[in-house]
């Protein structure tokens, strides 16, 4: 193996062409969030990745994402392109002035010149935190309503972003928007073990020992209730009514189907 006196460089890694690819389309699934928790480390990788690989390499990744369908369960949120995911992280790390075009939530189109500091994963969800050089203002995008980023090559001297981080930042802009649903449930369980299976997608309080408030805000009843009912511990919906309501069909559903069973052998007669 390996001696390394401090202070010394660790000699390439050499993969082939097969390595190669497998390590390019691992981390482009992983960028999707299919695994939680990577996606952040998958996109810095996965630049790294395409900027190296040769002409003939590219092609082949290239169409095994063209020719795969990505699948999720249920209304998982909308999907990013890798390319736009690279493209714009490339220019987060080289310092780089982007352009696009984005589409706002009510369907207007318009051209953005912006200075981009960090991308940040939230629930599904991508977001480009950068300074908006038009409305001299920072400003969160959603990557799913960008296309078409390109980089100017123009280099700029960082800001200094009005939030602890960029997560926090777009936090802060995703609490102030109106959202149709805001939901609170008591769960019977320790906020410890609550933060760890859904944290991520609301805060957790603490009651006590055995119990912990959990709030959250959705667009759809059907997150929610899917959350909950993935925390492995009873609960208690307190608001909205119109949750408990679709918890309540859920579980009618859920309850025909285990009364019906699994459909018995077939015991055909013999000849």
């Given at each position: 193996?390996y001696?390394l006196?401090?202070?010394?460089?660790?000699p390439p890694?050499?993969?082939?062409?097969e390595e190669?690819?497998?390590?390019a389309?691992?981390?482009?699934?992983?960028a999707?969030g299919?695994?939680v928790?990577?996606?952040?480390?998958?996109?810095?990788?996965?630049?790294?990745v395409?900027q190296?690989?040769?002409?003939?390499?590219?092609?082949?990744v290239?169409a095994?994402r063209?020719?795969?369908v990505?699948?999720?369960?249920?209304?998982?949120?909308?999907t990013v392109d890798?390319?736009?995911l690279?493209?714009v992280?490339?220019?987060?790390?080289?310092?780089?002035?982007?352009?696009?075009?984005?589409?706002?939530?009510?369907?207007e189109?318009?051209?953005?010149?912006?200075?981009?500091?960090?991308?940040?994963?939230?629930?599904?969800?991508?977001?480009?935190v950068?300074?908006?050089l038009t409305r001299?203002?920072?400003?969160?995008f959603?990557?799913?309503?960008?296309?078409?980023?390109?980089?100017?090559?123009?280099?700029?001297?960082?800001?200094?972003?009005?939030?602890?981080?960029?997560?926090?930042f777009?936090?802060?802009?995703?609490?102030?928007?109106?959202?149709?649903?805001?939901?609170?449930a008591?769960?019977?369980?320790?906020?410890?073990?609550?933060?760890?299976?859904?944290?991520?997608?609301?805060?957790?309080?603490?009651?006590?020992?055995?119990r912990?408030?959990?709030?959250?805000?959705?667009?759809?009843?059907?997150?929610?209730?899917?959350?909950?009912g993935?925390?492995g511990?009873?609960?208690?919906?307190?608001?909205?009514?119109?949750?408990?309501?679709h918890?309540?069909?859920?579980?009618?559903r859920?309850?025909?189907?285990?009364?019906?069973?699994?459909?018995?052998?077939?015991?055909?007669?013999?000849?």
């Open positions: 193996g001696q006196a401090a202070g010394a460089a660790l890694l050499v993969v082939d062409d190669a690819v497998a390590l389309v691992g981390l482009q699934a992983a999707q299919a695994i928790g990577i996606e952040d480390s998958s996109i810095r990788a996965l630049t790294k395409t190296v690989m040769p002409p003939r390499l590219r092609r082949r290239e095994l063209a020719m795969t990505p699948a999720v369960w249920g209304s998982a949120g909308p890798p390319e736009t690279t493209a992280a490339q220019a987060c790390r080289d310092t780089e002035r982007l352009q696009f075009t984005y589409t706002a939530a009510g369907g189109r318009t051209a953005r010149h912006v200075e981009p500091h960090r991308l940040v994963s939230l629930g599904r969800r991508w977001y480009l950068a300074y908006d001299h203002d920072w400003r969160s959603r990557l799913d309503r960008l296309d078409e980023p390109a980089s100017t090559g123009a280099r700029f001297r960082p800001r200094e972003l009005p939030a602890d981080d960029a997560a926090a777009v936090r802060a802009g995703i609490d102030n928007l109106p959202a149709p649903y805001t939901v609170e008591l769960v019977h369980a320790p906020a410890a073990a609550v933060r760890v299976r859904i944290g991520r997608w609301g805060t957790v309080e603490d009651i006590d020992d055995r912990c408030l959990l709030r959250m805000t959705s667009d759809s009843l059907d997150w929610p209730a899917m959350a909950l993935a925390v511990a009873d609960f208690e919906v307190l608001s909205p009514p119109e949750l408990l309501d918890v309540r069909n859920w579980a009618h859920f309850s025909r189907a285990a009364s019906i069973g699994a459909p018995r052998r077939g015991t055909g007669s013999a000849c």
